[in-house]
């Protein structure tokens, strides 16, 4: 971060620099001070997002080397006085770039709206009350409150602080969360590491709460200054990956095909404009242009749609992600079970009911201001204890490494440090028990420990979560509690809970696992709990990982592991993460479903990360989809939409490349021996645009059944096979079309052209209802739009060369018999394509789940 020389960084500069911001720290900003800054400042983004003006946008689309090639054809045309050519290119290429621009401008408006519904909020203090707004309003001179769970959005002077202690690991490397006081540190503090008043955008508050003056948001804020340095930039999916090589292919096979017909065009010495206006013509006949609007409006749609179902998507990739994840992996509490605990008994160390136990546990939960669980409310509900003269001096937060929490108190006679936490931890502090109270210790020797342990594992067998209770006297002058204070710890007994799994969550993992979704628990709690969970709702454990045996192995040895195992417990954040990249590594399309500061790493590793509305701040920025609602339910809805999204993109795939393919291949073959052009270059552009308007309504298509019971990704190899064997029934039957022309109609140029114009665009077009389902076309009913859309362009190729507009293209009436063998003809292509597509599908052993099945 860029420091002044002269006045040093900001939180050593005194507090009446900050007048000028903030004279009023309790009130905060009225709105119209916050508008006014929010206008001189902009939104606290560390990137903005730049809005250009819609018109910036569609010339944008210009820059297209397809686009950039035809407005040159153009030009070439006008120069050489070919004026109808000109025209024609120039109205063709604005229609299809107008088409492409309202498609993916509408999609994305709506896909951002939906973004927008779940980005992150800030409590802020506006007109003397708290208030929630989106953190890119948050401007210099807001008062933030801030609580555990948190993320802090902007570089502020902590104002007030109760026990706040802030992970800045982002910045400074360092693992252990740092607490903050309102005192200004020593002038020799210069480092963010040292800056103990201040706290810094895109951190994540672990415990505690504060009041902060915002001073720096956006790009002025330490993240901003450094944030091209530390993005991570998530690797790209399957689906990114194979569109990325399909479109290299589609790129090789342009090139060659255009340098095919240039070199055949020159050797029989044709007019080489005509030639070149050809090849530029049948460069963009094979390539299927609309695919990035089709793919952008079939995400959008079903991102809409997933928001019918209670799953907003943050990022629109995720859509296609989620039809293609084949593992998800879940922690058990809130999405197995009700997360509904309560309290259900309090023990001491022999399995006795303490009341000792409970009071405990209670001060624990009460003085705690890290982030809550359920078990604490669960505590905090069960019964009320009056604090008396208790007071809290001090706290040792919770971690995912020490798995407990510490509090130090005093009620003016005696001081006592009370943790809570894993049993396992627990009782491996404790050097003493508490065998009937307080005052009636004994030691922890081989026996009692085993004895103790016995006690809490037949409590998690049946299904109980547990959590080890211990305390200790220190001396009265001891003012801080620090992790090294928990140890020769007096084990007080054990508070156990009942968290009911869901009654809905077996039908839904049933449901999931017909989709080819493996399901697999990880979670932080117990084995024993964890399988008797399992048990309760017919999930078989294959296997099972606890976090020592995951810390204990080498990253192959774990993919090995992981391939069996589905259930992974007593996890720290860390092997979790592990486990996900495990997975990654062995080809599964891996999601994440997690709600906690800690699951944020995992979540940005997943494929697909999930999160809940109610998540910490953290773990719904690094998530790709939210669920409004924790439920399996939610979630196989989603996945089912995910599955017809991908299936409508991979419709566009195959028709276009398919039909482009045969199409172009018999252009390319014709030329060979045609002493004129099969298809004038208008006529080819013409003929494209007509059947890109055929195909726009497909993000609307249903998709079949069948398509949806597996999880698919996109398989080059598949689609590259597919394309060459439809492609060429499609060139068999334009060699048939060429004959019959040449030889049964003698046509001349312009009637052979005008024919192969109509039989190409109404076969490329009717086939859609063939490709478009994997069984019986006839059995399989397309979207009425899609239906109508076809149908009208079938009618326009038939009846065009009749019209005005058909004489500007170079097309003639031809006589009526052409109509009668044109229907002949595409009715045995369309039972040909058919027939060969069954056996297609037999024979590919990609094809028999739709491209790759895992």
């Known amino acids: 971060m860029p420091i002044d020389p002269l006045s040093g960084p900001w939180w050593l500069a005194p507090r009446p620099a900050e007048a000028a911001l903030c004279a009023r720290d309790a009130d905060g900003l009225t709105e119209g001070e916050a508008k006014a800054r929010l206008a001189r400042y902009g939104p606290n983004l560390v990137r903005q997002r730049k809005h250009r003006p819609l018109i910036v946008r569609y010339l944008a689309r210009f820059k297209n080397p397809l686009v950039l090639i035809l407005l040159g054809a153009s030009a070439v045309s006008a120069m050489t006085r070919e004026y109808t050519n000109f025209a024609i290119l120039s109205v063709i290429v604005l229609l299809s770039v107008s088409l492409d621009f309202v498609q993916e401008y509408r999609a994305n408006a709506a896909a951002e709206k939906l973004r927008l519904s779940v980005s992150l909020r800030a409590l802020v203090m506006r007109d003397g009350k708290a208030s929630t707004i989106p953190a890119a309003h948050v401007v210099p001179g807001d008062v933030v409150l801030l609580a555990a769970g948190d993320m802090v959005p902007a570089d502020g002077r902590v104002l007030e602080a109760r026990d706040f202690f802030v992970k800045q690991a982002l910045l400074t490397g360092e693992s252990y969360p740092v607490e903050k006081r309102p005192d200004t540190p020593p002038a020799t503090a210069t480092d963010i590491a040292q800056a103990t008043n201040a706290v810094f955008m895109g951190t994540s508050v672990i415990s505690g709460s504060a009041r902060i003056l915002a001073l720096k948001t956006g790009p002025d804020s330490a993240i901003g200054g450094i944030a091209d340095s530390i993005s ?9 990956t194979g569109t990325r090589r399909f479109g290299m292919l589609i790129m090789r096979l342009t090139v060659l095909m255009v ?41 959008a749609r079903g991102a809409l749609r997933m928001a019918k179902q209670h799953v ?94 510490s509090v130090l108190i005093d009620n003016g006679a005696t001081r006592w440090l009370v943790v809570k936490g894993a049993p396992d931890d627990i009782v491996g502090l404790c050097a003493r028990y508490e065998a009937n109270g307080a005052g009636d210790e004994r030691a922890i020797d081989e026996a009692a420990l085993a004895a103790i342990r016995a006690q809490y594992h037949a409590l998690e067998t049946d299904g109980l979560r547990v959590l080890g209770i211990a305390w200790r006297q220190v001396a009265p002058e001891r003012a801080h509690a620090m992790v090294g204070d928990e140890t020769e710890l007096v084990l007080a007994g054990f508070a156990c809970f009942l968290d009911p799994p869901k009654a809905s969550a077996a039908p839904a993992l049933e449901a999931l696992a017909r989709l080819g979704v493996a399901i697999k628990v990880v979670t932080g709690d117990s084995e024993l709990v964890t399988r008797h969970v399992c048990a309760q709702l017919g999930i078989p454990v294959r296997g099972m990982l606890t976090g020592g045996e995951i810390a204990r192995m080498e990253d192959h040895a774990l993919r090995v592991r992981v391939a069996t195992a589905n259930l992974f417990c007593r996890i720290n954040p860390a092997e979790k993460n592990r486990v996900i990249l495990a997975l990654k590594a062995r080809g599964h399309v891996v999601g994440y ?58 419709k566009y795939i195959m028709m276009g490349t398919s039909s482009n393919f045969g199409n172009m291949f018999s252009m390319a073959g014709a030329s060979l021996f045609l002493p004129f052009l099969p298809m004038l270059p208008a006529q080819i552009l013409l003929n494209n645009l007509l059947y890109d308007i055929s195909e726009v309504p497909i993000p609307l298509d249903q998709v079949d059944h069948g398509e949806v019971g597996l999880p698919r990704a996109l398989d080059l190899h598949f689609v590259r096979n597919f394309m060459l064997v439809i492609g060429a029934v499609s060139s ?52 009425p739009l899609l239906t109508a859309t076809s149908l009208a362009v079938v009618a326009i190729a038939v009846l065009m060369p009749f019209t005005p507009v058909g004489g500007y293209f ?45």
């Open 232 to 240: 991570a930039q998530s690797p790209p999916t399957s689906f990114e």
């Open 732 to 783: 068999v039957f334009d060699f048939l079309t060429f004959y019959i022309m040449l030889v049964v109609l003698h046509a001349d140029e312009r009637l052979f052209q005008t024919g192969w114009f109509v039989e190409s665009l109404c076969t490329q077009v009717l086939v859609i209802f063939v490709i478009r389902t994997r069984g019986n076309p006839l059995n399989s009913h397309p979207h």
């Open 593 to 650: 479903l997690g709600d906690g500061v800690n699951d944020a790493p995992s979540l940005h590793s997943a494929d697909v990360g999930l999160s809940v509305d109610s998540a910490a701040d953290l773990a719904k920025e690094a998530a790709d989809m939210i669920l409004l609602e924790p439920d399996l339910n939610v979630l196989h809805a989603a996945v089912l939409e995910g599955r017809r999204t991908f299936g409508n993109i991979m």
């Open 312 to 405: 907003i998507v943050k990022r629109l990739t995720a859509v296609q992600d989620l039809g293609s994840m084949d593992v998800l992996c879940t922690d058990k509490t809130g999405t197995l079970t009700e997360a509904k605990i309560e309290m259900e008994r309090h023990i001491d160390a022999l399995g006795r009911p303490s009341e000792r136990v409970l009071e405990l546990a209670y001060f624990n939960s009460f003085f705690e201001t890290g982030l809550k669980s359920p078990l604490d409310d669960a505590i905090l509900g069960h019964q009320h204890i009056d604090m008396g003269s208790w007071k809290k001096i001090d706290e040792v937060p919770f971690d995912f490494e020490r798995r407990r929490v």
């Open 810 to 854: 170079g097309l003639v009436p031809p006589p009526a018999r052409f109509y009668f063998m044109l229907g002949a003809t595409v009715l045995v292509y369309l039972i040909t394509v058919e027939l060969i597509k069954q056996r297609f599908y037999r024979w590919s052993a990609a094809g028999r789940t739709g491209a790759v099945s895992r």
């Open 259 to 299: 340098l095919f017909v240039l070199l055949v065009n020159t050797l029989f010495h044709k007019p080489w404009l005509e030639s070149f206006l050809f090849a530029v013509a049948l460069a963009v006949g094979l390539t299927p242009e609309l695919l990035p609007m089709v793919v952008s409006v079939t995400l």
